[in-house]
C-alpha cells in the first residue's frame, strides 16, 4: 500500500542524491518524525525498500494462494 510506495518512492530519490543532496540519511531526517519511527529504521527502510516489499509480496501471495486451497478443498 502506501507505506511500500512511500519507501520505494524515497529510495528512487536517494539514488539520485548526487543531484538532490537527500541520501537516505538526509531523507531519514525529514521524514522519521512524521511516520514516528527512528531515523535508524527510517534509512534502512529506505536503503532496503525494494528488497523488503519485494518479499513481502511474494509471500503476501504465496500465503493468499495456500489459504485459497485450502478454503477450496476444505
Not at 8 to 35: C, H, Y
Not at 68 to 73: A, D, E, K, R, T
Amino acid at each position: 500500500g502506501v507505506v511500500r510506495y512511500l519507501f520505494l518512492l524515497l529510495g528512487q530519490i536517494s539514488q539520485q542524491r548526487a543531484l538532490n543532496k537527500m541520501g537516505p540519511n538526509n531523507l531519514a531526517i525529514v521524514f522519521s518524525p512524521t511516520l514516528k519511527i527512528t531515523p535508524e529504521l527510517c534509512q534502512y527502510l529506505v536503503e532496503q525498500a525494494a528488497p523488503i516489499f519485494e518479499w513481502a509480496c511474494q509471500n503476501w501471495i504465496a500465503n493468499k494462494f495456500e489459504y485459497f486451497i485450502l478454503i477450496v478443498y476444505l
